[in-house]
Structures are given as C-alpha cells and as structure tokens.
DNA sequence: ATCCAGTACGTTTTT
DNA sequence: CGTACTGGAT
C-alpha cells in the first residue's frame, strides 16, 4: 500500500482528525465545527476500518442528501478502489431495508413513495371519505401535524389518546383514515421510511439482531439533524456491536421543525456512557474575519455548548453590509456585482453562491440574472419533475408498478381525457370501496357497473385495457418503459396536436424525461424503472446542483449546509424574513434561526456580503423593513456598512465612500458606473429571442399570414408573442420559435 | 364532460 | 402577486 491515495491522505491529516479516523470499535461523537474536514475524517475513517480488515458490507454509512453520499462513495473508491461500502441517506436506507422486509413486516414490496404533493392530496381525500367538516383548518395545516406525529412515533391511537384540543382530535381522526388508506392503496410517506424501520428494530428482536450484526460499524454525519425515528434506527442498530460513530455540530442544527431533536446529539454521551468525544475545532474553510463574525453571532444562542473555532488563514476582507432601496434593486445590483468581479479577472460565476432564506426570494433574482445575461443555477432539484405533465406521465408509471395506487389512478385516468369525469369516478369509488377493490380493479370490470354509462364505460375499460398492455414491459429499460408510456397512453399525440403553445414546450419536458431516464440506466444497467421513480422522489433540493456547470449557484440556507463557496451573498436580511416570522414567538425557534444564519455564513470561504433593502414587495404589497436583528450582533470591526439606497447619485457616492478607505477593493470603479440605473439594461432586446417586436407591431407568420402583435409575456426562452391575423383570429407563440417577419413596427 | 373566468387564499425551511 | 379551486356557461 505504499505511497497509496489512502496514506496520502493519511499523512496529511491533523492530530485530532487522525484520532477520529484510527477509533474504529465503540461509540465515537465526533464534534465539528464547520469547515473542520469532517468529510474528509469520515471517509478516511472509513477506508481506515477496511484497511484494518474491515469487510466493506459491514459498515453502513449515512448522510443527509444523496449528492453528500454520492461524493462520500467517490472518495472512498479513490482511496481503496473496489470496495462496495453501503452509504446513502436515511430514507433511501429506509427504503431499501424495507423492500427486503416487506414479508416478514407485512408489507407489500411494490409501494409507491409518497411526496409532500401526494401527501396533502392523500389527506383531501380521507377528509372526503370520513366526511369529516374540517373547513376550519387546511389540509397542509392538518398533514403536516400528522407528519409531526409521526416523526415523534406517535401511531393513530397513540395521537388520538393524548389529542386534548379540537385541532388535535380532527387531526387525529383524520390520521386514522389517512393511515388506512395508505395501507390500501400500498404507499408509503417520507416519514413511514423512517418509522417502519425504527419499529422493525424495536419490535421485532431477530430482525434487529440480524441487521445489528450485518452494520456493525455505523456512521452518521449530520448527527444534529436527525430525528426520533432517525435514533431509532441508529440505536437499534448498535446494541450488540455499538460502533456507532456520528458527526456533527449542533450549532448547524436547523430541522427543528422537521421533528430533529437537537437532544440526539447533545445527550450521545449519556446513551454511551463509554463513548469517545473528539472536537474538531480547527477551521480550513474560511478567513479570520468570517470566522470571528459567525462565532460573534453564535454566541448569542443560549441553548449550546460552547466551542471554540479557529483557522491558521488569513485576516481577509471585511463582510460587507450593503442596503438597497428596494428588493429588486438588491437582486439587480448584487448580480451586477457578481457580473463586475467576474469580468475583472480572477473570479469565475461558480465561485459565487446567493443564499435565501426562502425560495420564494428566487423569483427576482432569476429576472435580473436574465436581464444581466449572468448564468446561474437556481438550486430547486424537483421544479422539473414537478411541472403538471411530469407528474402526470409519472402517475402512470406509479400505477404500473402499484396497481393499489388510486392517487395515480385519479391524476392519470382522465388524461388525457377519455370523458370520465367527476360523476363517473363517484360511481367508480362507490363500486371498488366495499368490494375492498383498487380503482383499476373495478375499472377493469367497469361493465359490472350500471351507473356508469356510455363514454366513460368505454373510456374506463380503454384505460384498464392499456395499464394491463403497459404491464408486460415494465422489465424493458427505464428509457423505453417511459416512451411506451408516453406513447400508448395517448399523451405524446394530445400534446402534438394541441394549438396551445404551451404545449409544444410540455412535449419536450415529457421527452426529456426519456432522456433522464436513459442517462439514469446508463450509470448503472441494473436500475430499472422503479429505481427511477424512487430516485426522483428520494432527490433533494442540492442533488440537482450541478456545480460543474460555470453558474452562480442560487439556494436556500438549508439547502447550503455542507457546502462551500469563495464568495457568499446572503440577501433580505430583514426582520420577519431572517428570523422568519413564523419563528419569532419562540426562543427555541429563534435560536434555530440565528444557527441558520451562522450555516450561511460559515458557507463562505473568503468573501461575505450581507444585504437587505429598506421595502420590499410582499404578497403584491410593498413595505418597508426593519433590518435584521442578527446584523445587530455582528461584530463591528468586521464590518463594513454600504448604503445604496436612495437616488443613484447617492448610491454612487456611498459606494466611494465606503471603498476610499477599504484595503481590499473587490470591485473596480465599474461598479459605480453600472449602479446608476442605466436605461439600456432593461429594453436591450433578449438574446434569446432572434426577432424583436413590439405590441401593436405588423408581423408576417409563413402559415398565418399578416397580424398584428396584441400581447407579449414571459422572459428568455419562454418569452411568448400574441398576434390577432387578419385570417384565423388570435393565436399566441413561442417566441424563439415562431417564424415571424416584421412587416412594419 | 369540459372549459373558462372569476375569486379566494396563502407562503419557511425539506427528505 | 401568483396559484388553485369553484361555479358558471357551452
């Protein structure tokens, strides 16, 4: 093994990494402060047992997105190439275990997953179905209590016995159906991943025995975030070999509202009275500065242990404080900043992430990325898969596999249509419900039921009849099951012939579903379509991310933690926003808002910039802000204020004031030149589109004729162009791919 | 049964 | 401001 990528490695690590990576039997909590290598411990932990004998099948490693396990398997290979060790996330263990299980947990191996869309749908229809009047609280409100339960393994009656308020006792009947009829149709939710293993290991002693011997060495990074049942699973898996090794930093805890219990972490001692503690405290990541401020901030948190984090690296730049008039000017201007530093030299548009508290921030951002023409990724992984035609053509593909999913069979059934509508589909459940029957069971003998008559009788047994004809090749490739879907099920044609032009656009999502799934089985041959389904509704936000891709990366604060950038922008630092107003009325949930700044922070390598702007737009409304009141426990001296409100001259003045005196310019005088509004950057006409109209312009179409233009919408590739023709009344087109010549504008 | 228009409604964060 | 659902007309 001389001179091995393992002993390179190895060799480079510091002495309290290298005692983390040597204990290989008994409990070890490994302390880590942000950007203290902790993937590097674990993954050199780990090619440390193998190297010591060992086998690569007992040791079960698990993160917290699937992209975090994805790199950890790389880096393992690289050191000790050929190995096999199992790492992935909770749920995908989950997932897996349970599959294996099913017989012997009486359960059905061919479940279908359900996501928080299905989950809300799931509990619509158990209010409907238990009649229950519940006009008072929305179904999200009463899903995600359900949820809460659940991640606190709470089952129906448990909930119901303790349920002392009206909220609890409707959620608590409606938890009974929802549970039911989860059973019924075969699914399974995010959280019963967790909470059937948890209790497979509690109730079922040779199970746990047996799982217990195959894991002997267990590994958990992102300790603090882990829930009860995520414990369960972790305890139960170390009673007869309790190696059992979790990473952490409760000072990044921040799924509180997702059921962690920051406690898991905070008491491991207790549980293993003989467990080794070792502090990672030594940051590589960032600068003296960043590091001050984020410490400075944290220890404002009274519920924590206190730690001290240090880096040998330089004293850096200040973090800039920069206010804007409005959130738009903050979007436009922080991307021009982003624009300047990269067209300076020195920078690429990679090296820069935007950091929101919330999604719906993204939405400004991507129009002044457009407008400025800087590339960018908003991190969002499921948007694709989440667009209408998506989840349609995955309805039908979750029905194949399941044929109990009567979730799927409702979206899919009348789409396109085949004139069932709502009453026909009363008759249906009227029929299938006291025959304990699936939907498609009794649409297959949709001739047995009388009230359902004419189009939809036959349009019923046209859809039995293709789910039974898809059936015999769900063994083909994922790429083909998909096209034979898309094809037989009359989607691809409605699509091709509808005069929506939307719908053209659709049609290439739905192929580019193909496409994704022919790349999905090309990384590994044996996955088959329902692997693909599993992948899709297990991805995380981040595992979307190519960082590949020259892009400045747009994500939430959750979404960063791990992550690492030389530039950060965290923007709408304001009250209500960062702390969000939603947890403000708690010290706890407060806490956890000011550890989520402090994740944002510690995200930056040598750069922090912090804004907010003075209104911003909420719901159609503008109003003014009050500026964080973490800004407020910053500390001064490594701070530098930027005021770019008010009139542009202004804006510009700040600007020289606040740089006159900063010995580390980041930004050449172009900056000054760009902040004052310049007209140009909002009417130069978008590259993506080759021909430039205007409302109320005469244009010639080559099947059309003559019209005039009567409405122009949507941006870049999207943007659509509206024209009244003198012959064939009002029709509306992609813009980059009409075929239109300007008569007269 | 289907389509469209009008309105009610709501937004944290995510596997 | 945007979406998602309802109730009308066809």
Redesign the pocket.
């Known amino acids: 093994m001389n001179g091995s990528a393992y002993e390179d490695v190895v060799a480079k690590l510091t002495p309290t990494q290298r005692e983390a990576v040597l204990h290989i039997d008994g409990p070890l909590l490994v302390l880590a402060g942000p950007g203290s290598g902790k993937t590097r411990v674990i993954t050199c932990r780990i090619a440390h047992m193998l190297n010591e004998g060992v086998r690569p099948q007992q040791i079960l490693a698990i993160t917290?997105?699937?992209k975090a396990a994805g790199e950890m398997k790389q880096r393992v290979e690289a050191m000790l190439p050929g190995r096999g060790v199992w790492i992935s996330?909770?749920?995908?263990l989950g997932v897996r275990l349970l599959r294996q299980y099913a017989d012997r947990l009486g359960l059905d191996k061919n479940f279908t997953i359900y996501?928080?869309n299905d989950r809300?749908?799931m509990v619509?229809l158990s209010l409907e179905a238990a009649q229950i009047d519940a006009t008072r609280f929305?179904p999200?409100?009463i899903q995600?209590a359900i949820?809460k339960a659940k991640n606190f393994l709470m089952s129906p009656p448990a909930y119901a016995s303790k349920a002392s308020d009206y909220f609890s006792q409707v959620v608590a009947q409606v938890y009974e159906v929802y549970e039911k009829r989860m059973r019924e149709v075969n699914a399974l939710d995010?959280?019963d991943?967790?909470l059937w293993p948890a209790y497979a290991l509690k109730n079922n002693a040779e199970i746990r025995a047996e799982l217990d011997a195959r894991f002997r060495y267990v590994l958990i990074d992102e300790y603090q975030d882990t829930n009860k049942a995520q414990y369960g699973i972790a305890r139960g898996l170390s009673v007869d070999y309790p190696n059992l090794c979790v990473v952490g930093d409760p000072d990044q805890s921040?799924?509180r509202?997702?059921g962690s219990d920051i406690k898991n972490i905070l008491d491991f001692e207790r549980d293993f009275p003989n467990a080794r503690v070792i502090r990672l405290e030594e940051n590589f990541r960032s600068t003296k500065t960043i590091l001050r401020i984020a410490d400075h901030l944290i220890a404002n948190n009274t519920e924590r242990k206190e730690k001290t984090l240090y880096t040998s690296k330089g004293e850096g730049a200040k973090a800039g404080v920069m206010l804007f008039e409005t959130g738009q000017d903050e979007a436009e201007q922080v991307v021009q900043q982003i624009a300047d530093a990269v067209g300076r030299g020195g920078r690429h548009f990679c090296d820069f992430a935007i950091l929101l508290?919330?999604?719906?921030l993204s939405?400004g951002l991507e129009t002044a990325f457009i407008r400025k023409r800087v590339p960018f990724q908003i991190v969002?992984?499921?948007a694709f898969f989440d667009r209408k035609e998506n989840r349609d053509i995955l309805a039908y593909l979750r029905l194949l596999l399941n044929p109990r999913d009567d979730l799927s069979f409702l979206r899919a059934v009348?789409e396109p249509?085949?004139?069932?509508?709502?009453?026909?589909?009363e008759h249906l459940q009227a029929y299938a419900e006291p025959r304990e029957m699936s939907l498609l069971s009794a649409a297959e003998q949709v001739d047995k039921i009388p009230a359902i008559k004419g189009?939809?009788t036959a349009?019923l047994r046209n859809f039995a009849k293709l789910m039974a004809d898809l059936r015999g090749i769900v063994d083909a490739t994922p790429d083909e099951v998909m096209r034979q879907v898309i094809d037989v099920s009359g989607y691809r044609l409605m699509l091709k012939n509808s005069t929506d032009p939307d719908d053209q656009e659709r049609l290439a999502n739905v192929e580019e579903l193909i496409t994704a799934a022919h790349q999905f089985h090309a990384e590994d041959n044996s996955r088959t379509i329902s692997d693909f389904l599993e992948n899709i509704t297990?991805?995380?936000?981040?595992?979307g991310w190519d960082e590949k891709q020259d892009c400045v990366a747009v994500?939430?604060?959750?979404?960063a933690k791990g992550l690492e950038f030389p530039v950060v922008y965290m923007m709408a630092c304001e009250q209500g926003i960062l702390p969000?107003e939603?947890?403000m009325g708690e010290n706890a949930?407060l806490e956890?808002?000011r550890r989520?700044a402090f994740v944002g922070i510690t995200r930056a390598q040598e750069e922090l910039n912090l804004s907010h702007a003075r209104m911003r737009?909420?719901?159609?409304q503008t109003n003014y802000t009050i500026p964080s009141m973490f800004l407020d426990e910053l500390p001064h001296d490594c701070i530098e204020s930027m005021d770019f409100s008010g009139s542009s001259a202004k804006a510009v003045e700040g600007w020289r004031k606040s740089t006159s005196g900063a010995s580390q310019g980041w930004y050449d005088t172009g900056f000054s030149r760009t902040s004052t509004k310049r007209k140009d950057d909002f009417s130069e006409p978008l590259k993506e589109s080759t021909t430039t109209y205007s409302v109320g312009a005469l244009v010639h179409h080559d099947v059309y004729g003559v019209g005039r233009v009567t409405d122009i919408s949507g941006q870049g590739v999207l943007r659509k162009v509206k024209i009244r023709f003198n012959v064939g009344g009002e029709r509306t087109f992609l813009a980059a791919k009409a075929k239109l010549s300007v008569v007269k504008s």
């Open positions: 917290f997105t699937n996330t909770f749920h995908s996501d928080q809300v749908r619509k929305t999200e409100t995600s949820s995010f959280d991943l967790l921040v799924y509202w997702r508290r919330i999604n719906a939405r969002r992984g499921l009348n249509t085949r004139g069932i509508g709502k009453t026909s589909l189009k939809a349009g297990l991805a995380s936000d981040v595992d994500m939430t604060l959750h979404s969000h939603r947890s949930q956890e808002e989520l737009e909420f719901r159609g």
